[in-house]
């Protein structure tokens, strides 16, 4: 059974930076795209990013352009969410998933979800 572990959340300044990562584990691993979400307290999960597996081509959603980018290793099975000029409003419990197809730009039919990791951003 793969798992999918998060790592690098914690709690920032506006205006800074924050790397979070994820890997996968266990079993046979080789997702359509992989991706980030997040959700925020009293709100809904939203999608943030998602890369291509296989090309690596990437996606992101319209509030995160230009401010994070998505990466990968597939020799690690890793993928990593580079984030910066970090906004309050980006403050949320960021999880790691794999998907098998990018839908309306997108990562979906979500396969596999991590537990979550923490980010903070304080004013």
């Known amino acids: 059974q793969v798992q999918l572990v998060e790592s690098g959340g914690g709690l920032v300044q506006a205006g800074g930076s924050l790397r979070v990562s994820c890997v996968a584990s266990g079993g046979t691993f080789n997702p359509y795209a992989m991706g980030w979400f997040r959700q925020a307290p009293g709100k809904e999960r939203e999608f943030v990013a998602a890369i291509s597996w296989r090309t690596g081509i990437t996606y992101y959603a319209d509030s995160v352009k230009g401010r994070f980018a998505i990466s990968r290793d597939n020799a690690k099975n890793t993928v990593s969410l580079q984030m910066s000029i970090l906004k309050p409003e980006d403050t949320a419990l960021y999880y790691c998933?794999?998907?098998?197809?990018?839908?309306?730009?997108?990562?979906?039919?979500?396969?596999?979800w991590g537990q979550g990791t923490q980010v903070t951003v304080s004013s």
């Open positions: 998933a794999a998907g098998s197809r990018i839908y309306n730009g997108r990562l979906d039919r979500i396969q596999y």
